[in-house]
């Protein structure tokens, strides 16, 4: 019987399964200035295996799905998929996110080691950036933009906890759009 090689997800493996929290903060931007909604998600992390490209790079990923409710209404407010990439060779970890409101993000960045052995991803992007950079449509450029984004995960055995960074220029300023929680795997 032919044997399947195991696949080396690097500090991707940390990520692994399904994650619920109910201790999410969202700062967003509202007309009058910023609202604050606390929220409850579900995060699914799928391994994909790896992929290689122009014969060269080998890449293991996982596939994402984040949905996204506030307390105040029990209702999703936000929806996102995307991919967490392993590029080996080069050490770095990319985060490829689509949101429904138009937007697409390439980030990028490393993994550490944090206290206790957690694992720790961060990765960033902006708008201008040649390489990791941030795709919108044209009304969200216009009305909305997104300017740079970044995000921290650490994951310490079955917990995880994150914080994003979005910064958006919207209503006539430039505002940093937060979103923290912190969840557990099971």
Do not use: C
Not at 1 to 8: A, C, E, R, V
Not at 15 to 36: C, F, N, Q
């Amino acid at each position: 019987m032919p044997t399947t090689p195991q696949i080396d997800y690097g500090p991707l493996t940390a990520l692994i399964g399904t994650w619920r929290g109910d201790k999410g903060m969202d700062v967003a931007p509202d007309p009058e200035g910023r609202e604050e909604n606390p929220y409850f998600e579900t995060i699914t992390f799928t391994p994909i295996g790896d992929v290689t490209n122009a014969n060269k790079q080998v890449l293991v990923g996982l596939r994402y799905h984040q949905t996204v409710s506030r307390k105040s209404t029990n209702l999703p407010f936000h929806d996102q998929t995307g991919y967490w990439i392993w590029d080996a060779a080069a050490s770095t970890v990319t985060q490829s996110l689509l949101i429904p409101r138009n937007v697409g993000v390439l980030a990028a960045g490393r993994s550490t080691t944090g206290a206790g052995g957690a694992v720790v991803l961060e990765v960033s992007s902006a708008a201008d950036s040649p390489d990791w950079g941030i795709v919108q449509s044209p009304f969200m450029r216009d009305n909305a933009r997104t300017v740079s984004f970044r995000h921290r995960l650490t994951v310490a055995g079955n917990t995880l906890t994150y914080d994003e960074t979005t910064v958006v220029d919207i209503y006539g300023t430039r505002f940093e759009h937060t979103d923290t929680n912190t969840l557990t795997r099971g």
